[in-house]
């Protein structure tokens, strides 16, 4: 079985200053990872994923993400915020290999707030 | 194109009532996925279906809650005899083939058991 940490509930910013929404898991197999991002009344929208590869993954918005496996961790960073970036932020794993890759765990999310 | 739907967007229920939520996928998505959200917590799989059966059920709760996709398209989650403790955000979501694929999700169906 495996389970997320998403270590801050809140973090609030002002705009264009950088952030980073932390992320660890567990797990005994190798995982997929992802960021999913939920903003008011709307549905989760996947933001980046990790398969295989380079550590580091870009996704949409200018935002990005690097896995590491020894610090079992996948924080999400972006250089420079928007107030539009205000919104949920989730943190999910999925096995890698076997019968339930399909299935996500999620973190219990972060709130990135935005102020001008 | 159109995305995930579901229906109704918000339900209010009485404690013992029973309650249908829907999903529309994606069309031509053979997975489906729901998921529940309960206040501060981040999303918990319940069932999973590749076409019109379920893969994988071992997320529902107990044997109030149940749920169908006889056309291999729209899904149906049923909770029978409902609790206040049901009250949470019902999300589905769906892939084109399941497995790693991405999951795209529905806004979600906000239930309140008073």
């Known amino acids: 079985a495996q389970s997320v940490t998403q270590l801050d509930s809140q973090v609030p910013v002002f705009e264009e200053a950088p952030v980073e929404l932390r992320c660890n898991y567990s797990s005994s197999v190798s995982v997929y990872l992802f960021w999913y991002v939920q903003y008011p009344n709307q549905g989760l929208q996947l933001l980046l994923k990790?398969?295989?590869?380079?550590?580091l993954v870009k996704g949409i918005n200018g935002f990005e993400a690097e896995f590491n496996k020894s610090q079992t961790s996948f924080h999400l960073r972006k250089p420079s915020v928007h107030i539009s970036d205000t919104a949920e932020y989730f943190c999910a794993v999925s096995e890698f290999s076997g019968c339930s890759n399909y299935k996500l765990t999620f973190g219990k999310g972060t709130l990135l707030t935005v102020n001008p | 194109g159109a995305g995930v739907s579901q229906t109704p967007s918000n339900k209010v229920t009485e404690k013992g009532k029973y309650v249908e939520l829907r999903c529309d996928p994606i069309s031509g998505h053979t997975a489906l996925y729901w998921y529940r959200q309960s206040l501060g917590q981040g999303p918990e799989f319940l069932i999973y279906?590749?076409?019109?059966?379920?893969?994988?059920d071992s997320g529902l709760p107990n044997d109030r809650f149940f749920a169908v996709r006889p056309e291999g398209s729209v899904s149906t989650l049923k909770i029978q005899r409902t609790e206040r403790g049901d009250s949470a955000v019902y999300l589905c979501?769906?892939?084109?083939?399941?497995?790693?694929?991405?999951?795209?999700f529905g806004p979600g169906t906000r239930l309140l058991v008073l």
């Open positions: 279906f590749q076409g019109t059966g379920a893969a994988d």
């Open positions: 990790y398969l295989s590869g380079s550590t």
């Open positions: 979501a769906s892939s084109l083939r399941g497995g790693w694929e991405t999951q795209y």
